[in-house]
């Protein structure tokens, strides 16, 4: 059970991560994660009074041996920096295509094990470096500029900035899911990410706005997929090494730039090709080490 968690968390987030470019076409980025996070907002709400009333069954409680106030606090502070993940991903998908997108700020995972290393203090291991080269070369091959004239794109710029948000709050999410429980860690964090996201259009639009009427198919596909992506990714901490995880998530971007070519016929030079397999196989090396 605890390997299909992680897989339905792969299939949700791969298929969301192509999803988003459909109410993007017609709203801003800003008030499509308002929308998508209010609705994922209200379903672990309703999940977790269904549990809270004993509906159904508790899985990774609350630990009643910390300070629940504390505990809240700090997963307030790390969810609304690991919120600017999702701001620069979703924001470049305005400007670049899923099959870039994905793998570049898919090297979260480099970003992650930086973390273990210098805040966890985990060792370091030699395939480290091999790996910061292999991504480097990567994203330079995706980023399609000529050497010369090296310039990150306005996407794979966001997507860098993407992948070090995700990258350092995932690693560290492991703290407050064993202590409040996934229910409850993945509602606040998407109340967290709702409340951010309306803040911002609210500076943006010198007013504020709730957009309700603007709730479509397929950001409400948006809420399940985020809502199952998160739960089951949560709920894989609970019962998985984080090593074991980050090694099955390789399958995330592989599985996304398919789904890309499928639905927007999405194509790349064999410069940027090449740059996508050299990421995937320097995420697979770092995930297995």
Known sequence: MSYTFIFLSILSFSLSNCLWIYPLRRLSFLQVIVLRSFLTSVLFATLWFTIYFGWLPDFGGVDSTVSLALEIVYAILLCIFSFFGLYFYVRSLKVEKVSIAVPVSSISAFFGVATAIVYLGEPVHTSFFMVLILLTAGVMLINNKPIKRFRFTKGVRYNLYAALFWGVSFALFVFPVKALGAVLFSFILEVVVCTCSLILLRR???????????????????????????????LSLLCLPVSTISLLSTITPALSVVMASVLFKEKLNSKQYAGLLIILAGLFLLRLF
Request: glycine share 10%.
């Open 204 to 234: 943006e639009n010198k007013a504020w706005s709730f957009p309700l009427a603007q709730i479509d198919k397929y950001i409400v596909v948006l809420a399940f997929l985020g809502f199952g992506g998160i739960i089951f990714y949560n």
